[in-house]
């Protein structure tokens, strides 16, 4: 039971009447959840998932320029990059690129240059 959590808010975009179920005793209601390594929330969008990575990446290239002032010659930057960054945008956003909002995909866009 101290595991369980609950999700809630999955309906219709806009429900006429929508309450929200009773919390039951010991169990976490949440509005979003880790699903096989996509967030979801109670709209399912993908905001919270592209954030997440693009958070991720940032924090990867601040460890490829380390990398890079420690004299790591340009291939092996090059390789750490698809390694670690490329992979990581191809795999987990080419999956949902028919979802993304365009200020989404301005995001990642952004992101590359």
Known sequence: MTKTNKLVGFHRPHPTNFDM???LDGIV???LAK???VFLNA???FHEHVNFVLDVCSQQIYLSKLLRSQCLPPKQLHAVF???ILSRIT???SVLVGHLTNHQRQRVNGFFK
């Open 29 to 31: 209601q949440e509005r």
């Open 21 to 23: 179920p009773y919390p």
């Open 82 to 84: 698809t390694a670690m």
């Open 35 to 37: 699903l096989l390594g």
């Open 43 to 45: 709209n399912l969008s």
């Open 91 to 93: 795999y987990d956003l």
